[in-house]
């Protein structure tokens, strides 16, 4: 079946560090989204890719679909502590909009 | 203020209880979710349902079961037969049953005793 995994696992960075998380997919996928979720919370949509290729952007936040459409990357430049948190990424399995979840990138930030 | 409500946020059960954890939403959604997440992993698909009265397996179903009666309303019961419960539920809600974003209830933690 399909799977989404997601490097690296943990990252902790110095504030003002740039940080990246890349997602990987086993097949190729309609659109991809990516989510937040902080630590005791619950995910918060980020941002939905749908073109070949496609790039945007958030303020410090970059975000990528690959040619492909297999792999997606999430960019953020100079973390800052309220980036803390674990970022997923998701695609469509299947029909409708059941989405499969990456294994998420644990986001640590130390000043 | 929109939104999706999950009830009770903690909730702790003995061995061979059934529980149901409530999910309702004023956004007007067609489709609903329940996922599971286990510290320090993804969330997994349970269930889901497009349309009231319809609901389908997710990849995780063995051990739990939901209802759709009303469109607003997607309660999800765990049951005895589910082997490791204790987890952390997520409810979600998309205005669309084909595309767009979830939107998530602050989850329900449940803890097996």
């Known amino acids: 079946g399909q799977q989404v995994m997601q490097i690296p696992q943990y990252q902790h960075v110095q504030e003002g560090e740039d940080f990246t998380t890349y997602c990987n997919s086993s097949t190729t996928l309609s659109n991809i989204q990516w989510y937040k979720q902080r630590p005791g919370g619950h995910p918060v949509f980020l941002i939905q890719l749908v073109k070949s290729g496609e790039v945007k952007k958030q303020k410090r936040l970059t975000f990528q679909f690959g040619e492909a459409k297999k792999n997606s990357s999430l960019h953020i430049t100079a973390t800052q502590t309220t980036d803390v948190g674990t970022y997923f990424c998701?695609?469509?399995?299947?029909?409708?909009?059941?989405?499969?979840f990456g294994t998420g990138t644990q986001l640590k930030v130390e000043l | 203020d929109g939104g999706i409500t999950q009830s009770p946020k903690y909730l702790f059960r003995k061995e061979g209880q059934n529980v149901t954890l409530s999910c309702e939403q004023n956004l007007n959604h067609d489709a609903m979710y329940w996922y599971r997440q286990d510290p320090g992993q993804g969330l997994r698909l349970i269930y889901y349902?497009?349309?009231?009265?319809?609901?389908q397996k997710g990849d995780i179903a063995e051990g739990y079961s939901v209802s759709r009666e009303k469109k607003e309303s997607f309660p999800l019961t765990v049951t005895s037969a589910q082997k490791n419960p204790t987890a952390f539920y997520l409810c979600?809600?998309?205005?669309?049953?084909?595309?767009?974003?979830?939107?998530f209830g602050e989850g329900s933690r449940l803890t097996v005793l």
């Open positions: 998701a695609g469509p399995k299947g029909g409708g909009n059941k989405l499969t």
């Open positions: 979600a809600s998309t205005r669309d049953a084909n595309t767009g974003e979830l939107f």
């Open positions: 349902s497009q349309i009231v009265n319809d609901f």
